[in-house]
């Protein structure tokens, strides 16, 4: 019987340079009921020295506004989603 591979996408996702944040919506049980629950991640995208791309979760001094920017953007989008389901 073949494997059904299902492609997981993030919720949003925001952009700064070479730096960039996801947010990702995890199911968990919460008092016995299902619930969406928002995580991001953060990383800074870059070439090695062969012209492959990587990722990584360390930031120069000059990439922590670029993440900074994208937390916020991610923290505020996170919010707007939370006071939606309060309605």
């Known amino acids: 019987m073949p494997l059904e591979v ?5 919720v949003k996702k925001f952009s700064a340079g ?3 944040c996801a947010i990702w919506e995890n199911e968990a049980v919460v008092n016995g009921k299902n619930v ?3 995580k991001a991640t953060i990383d ?5 020295k062969d012209g ?3 990722s990584s979760g360390s930031f120069s ?8 920017f994208c937390l916020l953007k991610a923290f ?3 919010a707007e989603e939370n006071e939606g389901e309060e309605e």
């Open 6 to 10: 299902v492609q997981i996408a993030p």
């Open 52 to 54: 492959t791309w990587k």
């Open 36 to 38: 969406g629950i928002l």
């Open 76 to 78: 505020a989008a996170m």
């Open 61 to 68: 001094r000059n990439e922590i506004p670029l993440a900074v």
């Open 18 to 20: 070479s730096v960039s």
């Open 44 to 48: 800074r995208r870059y070439k090695d």
